[in-house]
């Protein structure tokens, strides 16, 4: 991002005085929330959510920062490289494409 720009690196939101988290963060738990809405089944609280977030590139800078943390999160349990918790999600993922319906739907 430019130095005006905001990513999920940079603390606050670019508000002086207000430390709060800022849009990548903010989108990222947004995403978070709908990931928990569809699992537990409430389909149409999971569309509110991903309407609410705004615009196309918002969702997906919040669902990429949502996939980082989350692989990060696996990593530290599982000890492995990020290269290979990619490349095995992605093998789930080429498996899954294969086995039926899609997972997200």
Do not use: W, Y
């Amino acid at each position: 991002m430019t130095a005006t720009g905001s990513d999920h690196t940079s603390p606050g939101n670019g508000i002086p005085g207000n430390p709060g988290p800022g849009p990548a963060i903010l989108a990222a738990q947004q995403a978070a929330g709908v990931v928990a809405a569809k699992h537990r089944g409430d389909f149409a609280g999971a569309e509110n959510l991903l309407a609410a977030m705004g615009d196309e590139r918002t969702q997906a800078r919040g669902f990429c920062l949502l996939a980082e943390l989350a692989l990060a999160l696996v990593r530290t349990q599982t000890g492995q490289s990020m290269d290979d918790l990619v490349q095995e999600l992605c093998l789930l993922m080429a498996e899954a494409t294969h086995a039926g319906p899609p997972i997200a739907d």
